[in-house]
C-alpha cells in the first residue's frame, strides 16, 4: 500500500481554541476539544493529500476525550453529585468520524481505538485490511494535552491501495531487529522527516513498518 501526505500537527492549548475558529469558522463550536483535535489534524491531512472520493477513518490515542473527562467529573464531584454518565464522554472521539463525513469526502466506516504508544503499528496494519474494501484510509494518533506546558497531537497520513505521485511504500517488514522504535507520538513525524533513498524501518513492540520511495 502507499502513504501520502503524512502530517504532524502540534498545538499549544493555549493557542488551540483560535486555531479551530480560524480552519472551521463556527462549524465545530459545540464538539469536544477531542473531536475539534482529531478534525484538525485531518483535515491538514486531507489537504496536503488531494484527491476525492470515499475513504474509511482510522485513528487512534492512549487516554482519548481526557479534557471532557476531566471537566465532567470537576464538575460533577463539585456539586457533590453522581458523575455524569460516561456513555457521553465515550461517544467524543468518535464523534470526529461524523463530523469528517459532514464536510468533507464520504466516509464509508470509522473506528477510534485506544492504544498504548507502543502499539500504533495496529493502525496500518488494520488499514491494510480495510483496504480490501475501499481505496483509501485515513490513520491517525491523536492526544490531548494531559499537563501544562505540553502541546495538543493530532497526526495524520493517508494510506491508499494505488501509487501516486510522492507516494510512499509502506509494507510490513520481517527486519525487526534493525528497526528503530517509534511510538505513536513520533512515527508519522519521522515518516515526514525522512526522504531516503534507503528504506525506513520502525518498529512498535514486535511488529516492523518499512517505508520506501516508490520506484
Known sequence: MYLLAPTALRVAP???????????????????????????????????????????????SEFGALHAAR??????????????PFTFI????????????????PVTRTACLYLPADAWPSLPRLAQRWLAECDRVLIGCVEESGSAGAAHRSDWCLLQKRPAAGAIRCERSLEGESAATATAEDWIPRVAAWYGPAPLLLRGGKDAWSFAPDA
Open 14 to 60: 493555549d493557542d488551540f481554541p483560535a486555531q479551530v475558529r480560524a480552519r472551521f469558522a463556527s462549524e465545530l463550536r459545540r464538539a469536544g476539544r477531542f473531536a475539534q483535535l482529531c478534525l484538525l489534524g485531518a483535515q491538514a491531512c486531507l489537504d496536503a493529500a488531494g484527491g476525492d472520493g470515499p475513504l474509511a477513518v482510522l485513528w487512534a
Open 90 to 105: 465515550a461517544t467524543q472521539p468518535h464523534l470526529a468520524g461524523a463530523l469528517l463525513a459532514q464536510r468533507s469526502h
Open 71 to 84: 471537566a465532567a467529573l470537576a464538575e460533577d464531584l463539585a456539586r457533590g453529585e453522581a458523575a455524569m
